[in-house]
């Protein structure tokens, strides 16, 4: 009895053309775009981009990180304070960022610079909850910055606390 289809074939040749057309096909910069809102955009010297030239990360994309928890005093608050969130140096691998620096910016227009370093040295997260709850912007959301204070004395600095930023919005790699 005949095949409705005849049996394929594959060679070498066609198989490496096929890969070649789909790496072609797909889009250059690797993330897949947010399907939420953008609470959080990386630019500058960044390898991975999204959305119009930058990495842009909506709330689902900063959760589908490995996440972290930590429980520190603060400035801010009264009582020492639990943290959640990917950790800084995650977030950035995930845009492929290389740089020196980076730039913070919160939605009230606060800067502050962070040398990559800190990333890599501490276990700086990106916390979009406080005590298991999201932050609003009312309450210094939707992102803090914030270093494991408690760690090590050297942290418990102004230079540290100054470079937490609440209300982040956005991140530019120098």
């Known amino acids: 009895m005949p095949t409705a289809f005849p049996p394929l074939k594959f060679s070498l040749r066609r198989t490496l053309a096929l890969v070649a057309a789909l790496l072609l096909w797909m889009p250059a910069w690797g993330m897949q775009p947010p399907a939420g809102p953008v609470i959080l955009t990386i630019s500058g010297k960044v390898g991975s981009t999204n959305l119009q030239g930058v990495a842009a990360f909506d709330l689902a994309m900063l959760e589908a990180l490995p996440q972290r928890s930590f429980v520190t005093s603060t400035p801010w608050y009264k009582e020492p304070t639990k943290f959640t969130g990917p950790l800084l140096r995650d977030v950035l691998a995930a845009a492929k960022a290389s740089g020196v620096a980076l730039e913070a910016m919160a939605l009230n227009d606060y800067k502050t610079s962070i040398p990559m370093e800190d990333a890599r040295q501490f276990d700086v997260i990106v916390a979009h909850r406080i005590n298991d709850q999201p932050i609003s912007v009312r309450t210094k959301g939707p ?32």
């Not at 803090?144 to 004395?153: A, E, S």
């Not at 937490?164 to 790699?173: E, G, I, P, Y």
Request: proline share 6%.
């Open 143 to 174: 992102l803090f910055i914030i270093y494991p204070f408690d760690t090590t004395p050297e942290l418990k600095a102004a230079k540290y606390y100054g470079r937490s930023a609440w209300q982040l919005k956005s991140l530019k790699v120098d």
